[in-house]
C-alpha cells in the first residue's frame, strides 16, 4: 500500500495563479482532510470531507475550495494564488468507523507564492 | 468551535531525563486525544492516543494523562533518547456521526541533548 500520496511535492507560483494540489490513498478511508502547516502555528484544518460525496469547510477555508472526486481522491484548489497562502500542505486520511480515528498523513506539498 | 493550547512551544532535555508536554481544551464534548510526532522535513504520525473514558495510558516510555474536569492532557515520555527529538503536536477531537473533526495545538519541539 502506497498510504497517503500527494502531488506536486513543491511548487512556486506567481500571485494570482491557479492550481491544484492532489491527494489520493488506497486504504479504503471513508474521511479525509487538507491541513497547511505554517511555522509556530501547528497543523490548521483547511476543509475535509466526512465521508464520499460530502465536504466541509474547516478552520481556515478561505481562498481556498475541495473536491471530493471519489473516495481515494480529495483536492484542494487554490483559484488565485496569494503570498499568505505560501505554507506546507497535508492531505491526511482516516477511517473514522469501527472506533479508528488515526489520521494518516500524506508527505506534503511545499507552496511558495511570489 | 475548539480550541487547543499546548505549553511548552519548545523543550530542551538531556538524554536519559523525562519530558512533558501540556495541552488544554476549550470544548467540553471532545472526547479523543491523539498525539503526533514530526520529525525533521516528515509527516505527522500518530504516537499514542486516548479517550474521555479513561485516565491514562502507556506504551513504552511515553503515557498520556488525562483530567476531563480541568480539560487539560499531557504527554510524558521517560528515558528520553535523541531520536525523541522533534515536534509533538496535541489535538482534541469531538467525534460525531461516524468522522472526527481534529483540533490541533501550535507544536513543541522538543532537543534531547545526548
Known amino acids: 500500500n502506497a498510504g497517503v500520496t500527494q502531488t506536486p511535492k513543491f511548487q512556486v507560483l506567481k500571485t494570482g495563479q491557479s492550481m491544484t494540489l492532489q491527494c489520493a490513498q488506497d486504504?479504503?478511508?471513508?474521511?479525509m482532510y487538507w491541513y497547511r502547516q505554517d511555522p509556530g502555528m501547528g497543523l490548521r484544518l483547511i476543509y475535509y470531507s466526512a465521508s464520499e460525496g460530502t465536504t466541509d469547510k474547516g478552520e481556515v477555508p478561505n481562498g481556498y475550495n475541495v473536491s471530493r472526486l471519489n473516495k481515494r481522491e480529495f483536492s484542494l484548489r487554490l483559484e488565485s494564488a496569494a503570498p499568505s497562502q505560501t505554507s506546507v500542505y497535508f492531505c491526511?486520511?482516516?477511517?473514522?468507523?469501527?472506533?479508528?480515528?488515526?489520521?494518516?498523513f500524506g508527505p506534503g506539498t511545499r507552496l511558495t507564492v511570489t | 468551535g475548539e480550541n487547543v493550547e499546548q505549553h511548552p512551544s519548545t523543550l530542551s532535555v538531556q538524554e536519559g531525563d523525562s519530558a512533558v508536554i501540556k495541552c488544554t481544551y476549550s470544548?467540553?464534548?471532545?472526547?479523543?486525544f491523539p498525539w503526533y510526532k514530526q520529525e525533521l522535513g516528515k509527516r505527522p504520525q500518530l504516537i499514542i492516543d486516548?479517550?474521555?473514558?479513561?485516565g491514562e495510558k502507556k506504551d513504552q516510555r511515553i503515557a498520556v494523562t488525562l483530567n476531563k474536569t480541568a480539560k487539560h492532557f499531557s504527554l510524558h515520555i521517560t528515558e528520553t533518547q535523541p531520536e525523541d527529538s522533534a515536534v509533538y503536536f496535541c489535538a482534541a477531537s469531538p467525534h460525531s456521526g461516524g468522522y472526527q473533526k481534529v483540533t490541533f495545538g501550535t507544536g513543541t519541539k522538543l532537543q534531547v541533548i545526548p
Open positions: 470544548d467540553s464534548a471532545s472526547n479523543y
Open positions: 486504504m479504503n478511508h471513508n474521511s
Open positions: 486516548i479517550r474521555s473514558n479513561v
Open positions: 491526511a486520511s482516516s477511517p473514522s468507523d469501527r472506533g479508528s480515528y488515526e489520521q494518516y
